[in-house]
């Protein structure tokens, strides 16, 4: 049978599910292992599916067959498989762990490798997502949305995992979880960890299975994980770029995953001086249309397929980091021995018992498919969090308010009801603040503004959550490097003026007080200037203005310019404005950090009896 490697891709094509093209090794699940690569007391079938893409090829774990294929594979399952079932023909049993590893018992540390040069120039969106030019289906800020999103916005289908386990504790053979056993937790805030476009070369046309491992070894050298311990709750996607024919995927199958130890893979196991890692191969399975995918649930649906095989081969590497000694198939005779958890839900229709779905995370909506759960005898969308008895609770510190470039120190405190000690983490931090694994939040906040704070605890086997807000407040009201924008000192301290200026607390937008330019009686030209330094990170300048003039632009306004020092140029902000009375109104601007701007605040009277111009400005900030 030959390489075990492709024991997942075996596995999808065997789930005998119209999966995902991605897992060809769903395939493998018709297929035997070979005695070498299977975990003791696995039970392999004695009939080898030959449409399966595992088939020859036993690395291909987790194998998603093309929806063509899958359909041969099971056109000949029909032929060919008497099952001897015992349980039923799905029930996945624990294969007594690779090297000690069945299954990825803690939090999930996911990254993604965007390999080759191919993928073209890089930038970066405002969501903070890596973009590239050679991504013609735009699949790159999508998979690290994805990423993101696991285990937020009250998501459950990733909660099937939970009912997976690994440990001393469990028997090579076991269908179910002893208590006391290292469960998987529920990936509360999100599960991506790193994100590298690796294009010191160009991604091989057609890439080895010990050229993709390689570029996991690459990529754990890049992020720091040099040692065994710290690559053992890691995950590498290896993404290659469009045009390109990883592991000659393109017409039989979709993606697969497997570990860097494989004697299988083709070329051979991946020396490693960090450990064995877990990682896949994600080709850029758009370029296989709808055989991977493409329209699977929604119309277009350019990227059904490739989140949904994105979401397959994480499951299955969460429930079987270094195949196949996590939760597998080994029930003799059945079509679907040798596959994992997610090639038996392949290619099941949305609309469908266990079909496919759109799955709504915090941060978006993702085509994904469903896994099998032993707990519930079925394919699971969606599946309860399971916390064994085991509770984590968080205590939120309350809602937060600090101010720029002051340092903060914040101790988060939890509890976890088997007496386990917990490890932190946190999203939405404010730009400058990190937390400990100790639950210790510090650092010195940069920008000004609110954001929404969640902070997980995670004993490795539950885990527990405490939302907040946290409000950076801008120096003296103001924010960056401006100083007094907000005038809170109740004075013009930090700027300059001519003509007619006050700060007061009608002129305020927010706080105590606000700049008051000209006045409620005739007037000349008031200005209040002042000369900063973008602070490093900051990319826009910030105000709200409030102009009362009933005369007409020709001969009284409000206006704002900001200049560039550095570079001279100088920018209008706010145009001539003279109406009635606008209310307050919020202008922005481009600034380049580390540049020197000067920022001019003008209000125009031509001291005309009856009709007085003032104008109020107030919360000037960088961001």
Sequence with gaps: MGNPHRRGLRRLAMTGLATLSLLTGAALTAASTPAAASPAGAASSSVANPYSPANGHAYRHGVIPTRSTQAKMKQWDAGHVSPQVATGPQTLSYGGGTNGVGVLHSKSRVYLVFYGNQWGSQSTNGSGDLTFSGDPSGAAPVAQEMFKGIGTGSELWSAELTQWCDGAGVATGATSCPSGASFI???????????????????????????????????????????????????????????????????????????????????????????????????????????????????????????????????????????????????SGSSYNGQENSDECAWLAAGTAGGAANITMGTGTFAEQASWSNDTNSCAISHPIVNHGETVSVTSPGNQSTTVNTAVSLQISGSDSAGKSLTYSATGLPAGLSISSSGLISGTPTTAGTSSVVVTANSGTASGTASFSWTVNPTGGGGGGVTNGGFETGSFSGWTTTGNAAVTAGAKHSGSYGAMLGLTSPSNTSTAAQTFTAPSGSTKLSFYYNVTCPDTVTYDWATATLKDNTTGTTTTVLAKTCVSSSGWVLKTASITAGHSYTLTLTNKDDNYTGDPTYTYYDDITTS
């Excluded at 010990?210 to 995950?235: I, M």
């Design 185 to 331: 937790p529920y990936q509360s805030g999100g599960v991506l960890s790193g994100v590298w476009y690796d294009n010191s070369g160009a991604s091989p046309a057609t890439a080895s299975g010990n050229q993709l491992g390689q570029e996991a070894v690459n990529a754990a050298g890049h992020f720091g994980n040099t040692t065994a311990a710290s690559n053992r709750d890691t995950y590498y996607v290896i993404m290659s770029p469009t045009g390109t024919n990883p592991d000659s995927y393109q017409g039989a199958y979709c993606a697969w995953h497997d570990y860097t130890g494989d004697t299988t893979l083709t070329g051979g196991a991946v020396s490693s001086p960090y450990g064995d890692m877990a990682f896949s191969n994600q080709p850029y399975n758009t370029d296989s249309g709808a055989g991977c995918g493409v329209g699977f649930i929604n119309s277009p649906g350019t990227l059904d397929g490739y989140t949904m095989t994105l979401g397959h081969e994480w499951h299955e590497t969460m429930s079987d980091q270094f195949p196949a000694g996590g939760w597998t198939n080994h029930v």
